[in-house]
């Protein structure tokens, strides 16, 4: 679990846990003496500072810290911090400033937190994402962290056309019976298994008249049913067809307004939500095809790669945000999961029975899956070392705890062993 930042008493500064006396957020040229000319090379400017490599910028002139700031506050908070000494800053209404483990000589890391972190100048809540810049439940890694490893159940797939084989698989999901469906992309086609990765069947004809696929990226179960919904491309940039869950061509759904559906998923009331990984938008279609909601999200997020849905919340992950962008389901937004140094080009995500968060990533070529708490508290880490993965598209959670993802550039399914939240 992260470590609680907080300190009870407005205004004031502790490092290492001690208080310091007589230095608040309020006294900066006491503050400027701390951190050498980084304060007071700014303390007549109220800059906007929205962004974290600002702050490191800041933090790193004249100081001589190797700075790892977290910031979760808008601009409006920093800019209270950098105001002149003379000036009341309002920072001491809102909470404590925790300068970590600070080395003025270098070598250890400061971690710079402040608390209220959504709360700006006039107390209000900032959620924009050009007006905070960041997450707004930043998780925090220890220095001596470590990763929990993951063990390898079964692994299945190569390069080829037969069966459980794939040539570059875009996307999976669990069926009813858990069964793990992969949209074997290039192959034209949808094969199931057992998630011991036994070959179960597979359907598919290329082409793209209706009933065919061609180059089929997402699929999606209605639980009711047991209907699969797959996106492919079609005769235009997205099509959605629904078929039985033996494989049987149902319908059409016409989706002329999607680019390239990156992550599909289905509500309690069985409505089938596609997220557009183009243009950053989120779609809610019902089974007969009708659009019965949509949102723009580009203002909080740069490229969706997956959803996952949870009661009336949405969770989409942002690539290149490398966090995780929640929204309800009418598209306000409500907060950001993870951080950069968390969950670093995130590309898969499932809710477990808890309520946990997991979010995968394949960054550096090892599969990583970091565990939230669903407020975002950072829970714990996971990686698996045995195996080199590349683009792994996907994550999901069996019932028994079992992880899954597919590894596309790799043409395989990895099945995990259940993960211990300890």
Known sequence: MPRNLFVGIPGQITINGQ?????????????SQLMGSAVAAHRDQSPALSMQSDLFNLLNTGAG???????????NMVSGLMMNSGKTSPLDQMGSLDLNMLNL??????????????????????????????SSSAPIRSSNSKLNTM???????????????????????????????????????????????????????PGREEGQLWYPRKVAVIRSSGKFVVCDRGNERSRMQIFTKNGHFIKKIAIRYVDIVAGLAITHQGHIVAVDSVSPTVFRISEN?????????????REPSDIAISGKEYFVCDFKGHCVVVFDEEGHFIRRIGCENITCFPNGIDISDAGDI??????????????????????????????KVSRCCGLKITSEGYIVTLAKNNHHVLVLNTLYIM
Request: aromatic residues 10%; charged residues 15%.
């Open 105 to 134: 000589n270098g070598g250890i890391d400061p971690v710079v937190s402040l608390l209220s972190p959504t709360t700006s100048f006039d107390g209000s809540t900032s959620s924009a994402f050009g007006h905070s810049g960041m």
């Open 65 to 75: 810290i190797n700075s790892t700031a977290v910031l979760g506050a808008g601009a």
């Open 289 to 301: 095809g009708d659009l019965l909601k949509w949102f723009d999200c580009s203002d909080y997020m």
């Open 19 to 31: 208080v310091m006396a007589g230095l608040t957020v309020n006294n900066v040229s006491g503050l």
């Open 151 to 205: 063990q390898i159940r079964c692994k299945f797939g190569q390069l080829g056309p037969g069966k459980t084989q794939f040539n570059s698989p875009h996307g999976f999901c669990l069926g009813i019976d858990e069964d793990i469906i992969v949209t074997d992309t290039n192959n034209h086609r949808i094969q199931v298994f057992e998630k011991t990765g036994e070959f179960k069947y597979q359907f598919g004809i």
């Open 358 to 387: 997991l979010v995968g990533d394949s960054h550096g070529n090892r599969f990583h899956v970091a565990v939230f708490q669903r407020e975002g508290s950072l829970l714990s880490e996971f990686e698996c070392p045995y195996v």
